[in-house]
């Protein structure tokens, strides 16, 4: 088998593939629209990227991997659970669909894989992920591995409790850090005066008090998540992604602050957070490298 490895992220607007060495280096690329809706459209796209990146890298048995939203089965050969989205991706047989074989991970775990093999979190052991946008996703490293946990649901950080009496979110859960945070509740944060955090943030450096404060409690309220994992898992470092975190300083500054606030540095040692060095081809290089450790280990 070619030391070559295909990723590919099955993304709700576009699929990205890429063809990568041992070394993490990206030797080809592919993009194109998902067209989620119509499951036969996108199950053959990602059969026409898979067949692009092996006609270029000249192979036709290289090893696959999938990042895609929703939770795994045991085997990570499908997905098992995703209500509402992709239909048609639930249980579907990617290695019998592509005649290669194929793993599937899901795609916040696929995104700390990157970083942690080539990425932010190179040569550490235990790492917590999360990606902040129009939610906010999760994925754990421990002791080098990734962690799924039973039913391959584990990295839901997301779901984590900040407020009891806030109303619930997607799964029921009341006060969550996403709706603290996340893109999916900007406007109830507001009261509708805001769309987006881009929005949000843009009002808050030109002056905006009101802007201000609504973003800063909720930097505040990831701090208290992030202190709380701290104190479970006990990091070395927590990488933040996604498209919030293009709030820099914004966001990194404030958020350092609290949390001075909110850890538990015993003995003065403290988690290191750091921004995602992976763009929008995480996803993609994470499934690769996932793949490729579930040959070695099998």
């Not at 407020?163 to 979110?169: K, R, T, V």
């Not at 933040?240 to 500054?253: N, S, W, Y």
Request: with cysteine; aromatic share 6%.
């Amino acid at each position: 088998m070619s030391e070559i490895v295909i990723g590919i992220d099955l993304g709700g607007t576009r699929i990205k593939a890429v063809a990568i060495d041992r070394f993490g280096q990206i030797l080809h690329q592919h993009y194109q629209p998902t067209n989620d809706g119509d499951g036969a459209i996108w199950k053959d796209a990602i059969a026409v990227a898979v067949q692009e990146l092996q006609n270029k890298i000249e192979s036709l048995d290289s090893l696959i991997g999938i990042s895609a939203p929703g939770l795994p089965n045991a085997g990570n050969s499908a997905i098992a659970f995703m209500p509402g989205r992709l239909q048609g991706l639930e249980n579907f047989g990617w290695s019998e669909f592509l005649k290669t074989r194929t793993y599937v991970l899901n795609d916040a775990i696929s995104a700390m894989m990157a970083e942690a093999r080539f990425g932010a979190a190179k040569g550490k052991k235990n790492v917590i992920m999360l990606t902040l946008g129009t939610g906010v996703g999760g994925a754990i490293l421990i002791e080098g591995k990734p962690y799924q946990g039973a039913f391959n649901k584990a990295g839901h950080i997301g779901h984590m409790v900040i407020d009891s009496e806030g109303d619930p979110d997607v799964i029921g859960m009341p006060g969550s850090l996403e709706d603290a945070i996340g893109n999916c509740s900007i406007e109830k944060r507001t009261s509708g005066k805001f769309s987006s955090t881009h929005e949000l943030l843009e009002a808050s450096r030109k002056g905006d008090s009101f802007a201000t404060d609504i973003w800063l409690t909720s930097v505040k309220k990831l701090a208290i998540g992030l202190a709380a994992l701290t104190n479970i898992l006990s990091p070395e470092m927590i990488i933040l992604g996604g498209g919030i975190t293009e709030a820099g300083e914004d966001l990194f500054e404030p958020l350092g602050k609290y949390m001075s606030n909110y850890e538990w540095r015993a003995g003065g040692n403290q988690t290191a957070i750091v921004k995602a060095q992976f763009g929008d081809l995480a996803g993609a290089v994470g499934a690769a490298c996932f793949a490729r450790e579930q040959i070695k280990s099998n």
